[in-house]
């Protein structure tokens, strides 16, 4: 029910505040938080407040505010992702251990790519992604692998809207895209040279859970490099990996 002049409830008024915390950004003033989640001032501090009391947030001695261990603790919960990152990361091991490259771990959310776990290697190469960082499902190896497995509808979102170049080779073109596409699920595996940063290639490859695609597995090569034993790395990754699920419920 909406309880706020602006017709927001109170569940969507603390996400909004919630929300303007990102990967990049992880320490703000209550201000700032008002401001960028759009809300009166005086709701926004008072909302800030409540959660701080709640262990969500944390407001350091210098009143800026985090987002709080216990928020943390509470989303870890009976986490599928946490369950997904736990059976993945001692094969994600191996493959980092054999390509010495960053090699990580992504989920759909919506039409976003989330990183859920990364490994990196000291002599690795450039790599913008971090865990819980997004990326457009269209602009890097991992989302392609999960637009490519999809439901429908998604694909067909993504297709008819927008495609943001994150590089100059993005792929931005709808028709391009449905063609890489296809090359994904024909081959089960994505490889896309300079599609995040000129530098760099990713190859991804899909991670399947009773029959679904749940996740991706990726490595991030430098370019022009072999991606062929990236992949065969990722495929062993990935099928010991589905073995470990199906022992426990996902």
Do not use: C
């Not at 998604?154 to 090359?183: F, K, M, N, Q, Y």
């Amino acid at each position: 029910m909406a309880n706020s002049p602006t017709g927001d409830s109170m569940t969507e008024r603390i996400v909004r505040v919630l929300e303007t915390f990102t990967s990049e950004r992880t320490v703000q003033s209550a201000s700032e938080i008002g401001r960028r989640s759009g809300l009166p001032s005086s709701s926004a501090h008072r909302i800030v407040d409540d959660l701080i009391a709640a262990g969500l947030l944390d407001r350091d001695e210098d009143a800026q505010v985090r987002l709080g261990m216990r928020l943390w603790e509470l989303a870890l919960r009976g986490s599928s992702a946490l369950r997904l990152r736990t059976a993945a990361l001692p094969h994600m091991e191996t493959v980092q251990a054999a390509i010495r490259e960053h090699t990580q771990l992504a989920v759909r959310e919506k039409d976003e790519a989330l990183f859920i776990e990364r490994l990196s290697h000291p002599d690795a190469g450039a790599n913008i992604t971090r865990i819980a960082g997004r990326l457009p499902l269209h602009a890097s190896s991992s989302g392609l692998v999960l637009l490519a497995f999809a439901p429908a509808g998604v694909r067909s979102s993504v297709l008819t809207s927008p495609l943001r170049a994150v590089s100059p080779e993005t792929v931005t073109d709808a028709r391009a895209l449905e063609r890489v596409i296809a090359g994904i699920k024909r081959d089960g595996v994505a490889i896309a040279p300079g599609s995040i940063q000129s530098v760099s290639t990713g190859v991804a490859v899909p991670l399947r859970y009773e029959g679904e695609v749940v996740a991706a597995l990726s490595v991030v090569l430098p370019r022009g490099a072999d991606p062929e034993p990236a992949v065969a790395a990722l495929r062993d990754a990935a099928a010991a990996t589905e073995r470990d699920l199906r022992r426990q419920r996902l």
